[in-house]
């Protein structure tokens, strides 16, 4: 088996013929603004992938996404990193439903009957906090919720169907309890304004998504019964999972794409191939081991610390692989092709996503020492 075979078998059975559709143009297509690719990923069903299979999606788990998220980043990291958010809203949708009204359901069948993609307004979480930093605010008047506030950045902002975000709404006798609220991309009072200033990764469509006073109707707020005090600790960890599992996915696969460079180049020594290989294995062998554990029992600290290892293990894999391959590649390479020093740049950005490893470092070293995990603010 060749190297990525395994991971774009298994996106081309799930989303037939977007991996043929990527690697039929230059890289550089696929990361500027404006381009192709997500509608292409519309097209291939992607956004039905994580929607379970009897409200008509493809019921994909968290070990069959990373392995597509992976594939699709050693064609297009914008893509992955785009495609991801989307997941994350999906998969919070359907931990949610554990919680709501039964609304939600009929949510995630639109999102895959009608290939809708959702851009996600949700913030990040922190365990031992009831509630989700609200960048997002609600102001309550009877049944009628109004949202103001702004996400930035956030990816998809321009080809999004649907914006998730999480609100707290008082309930009867004023307990503040978790909803999810989704605004259609063209509802009254929603903006979205450019904001991503880099060239790399300009593809996710990573910009400004303002809320001003925008009504969501009723049958798109999809209220919980999650308190302050109660369950939403679990939603957090649950997203926090599922995002960290993607992320660190969607960016071995840009790092693969340097290794599947090198192992083409026959005038690389046969060591700096194999070490190329082993050090981007290794932590897809890691990842798969975290997905496969999520996907069969119950997500706790445990595994969400684990998850946070994977992070920080890929982070430090993908910079010994861009010393190896960008030497390897020589000069030449560099300079014939602005691949190379593309994917030299996307494949660190995963340290820019939250939480980072400086601000993990203390409350990681904790509770390897029997301390309850914290996400720090």
């Known amino acids: 088996m060749t190297f990525l075979e395994h991971e774009r078998t298994v996106l081309d059975d799930l989303l037939p013929g977007l991996d043929k559709t990527l690697a039929s143009s230059p890289l550089q297509t696929?990361?500027?603004?404006?381009?192709?690719?997500?509608?292409?990923?519309?097209?291939?069903?992607?956004?039905?992938?994580?929607?379970?299979?009897?409200?008509?999606?493809?019921?994909?788990?968290?070990?069959?996404?990373?392995?597509v998220q992976r594939a699709v980043g050693s064609r297009s990291p914008s893509l992955a990193v785009a495609t991801t958010m989307h997941h994350f809203s999906t998969a919070s949708l359907v931990e949610t439903a554990a919680?709501?009204?039964?609304?939600?359901?009929?949510?995630?069948?639109?999102?895959?009957?009608?290939?809708?993609?959702?851009?996600?307004?949700?913030?990040?979480?922190?365990t031992g906090q009831g509630i989700l930093d609200p960048a997002i605010t609600a102001r309550v008047e009877g049944d009628k919720v109004w949202l103001t506030g702004s996400k930035k950045p956030c990816s998809l902002a321009w080809s999004m169907n649907l914006l998730t975000t999480s609100v707290a709404l008082p309930d009867e006798d004023g307990?503040?309890?978790?909803?999810?609220?989704?605004?259609?991309?063209?509802?009254?009072?929603?903006?979205?304004?450019?904001?991503?200033?880099?060239?790399?990764?300009?593809?996710?469509?990573?910009?400004?998504?303002?809320?001003s006073d925008v009504e969501v109707p009723a049958d798109l707020l999809v209220r919980t019964d999650v308190t302050a005090d109660g369950g939403l600790d679990h939603l957090n960890t649950v997203g926090f999972v599922w995002f960290e599992a993607l992320m660190t996915a969607s960016y071995l696969g840009a790092a693969s794409a340097l290794v599947e460079r090198t192992l083409a180049d026959p005038r690389t020594a046969p060591s700096v191939r194999a070490q190329a290989v082993t050090a981007v294995e290794s932590v897809a062998l890691m990842l798969e081991g975290l997905a496969a554990e999520a996907a069969e029992g119950q997500i706790g600290d445990d595994v969400l610390a684990r998850a946070l290892v994977c992070r920080y293990a890929a982070q430090d894999a993908i910079v010994r692989v861009l010393e190896l391959c960008v030497e390897a590649l020589g000069g030449m390479a560099f300079v014939s092709s602005g691949d190379i020093a593309y994917l030299n740049s996307a494949c660190r950005a995963l340290s820019f996503h939250p939480p980072s490893r400086t601000r993990m470092a203390e409350p990681l070293a904790a509770y390897f020492t029997g301390e309850p995990l914290r996400i720090p603010s």
């Open 30 to 67: 696929w990361e500027t603004p404006g381009n192709p690719g997500i509608e292409e990923f519309r097209k291939a069903g992607g956004p039905a992938l994580l929607v379970p299979a009897e409200h008509g999606g493809k019921g994909a788990n968290l070990l069959t996404a990373v392995r």
């Open 175 to 211: 307990t503040l309890r978790l909803a999810v609220a989704v605004v259609p991309a063209d509802a009254p009072g929603l903006e979205r304004r450019p904001f991503w200033k880099s060239p790399v990764l300009a593809g996710a469509e990573s910009d400004e998504v303002v809320l």
């Open 99 to 126: 919680h709501g009204n039964g609304m939600e359901w009929m949510l995630l069948a639109a999102i895959a009957e009608e290939n809708l993609l959702l851009a996600s307004g949700f913030a990040e979480g922190r």
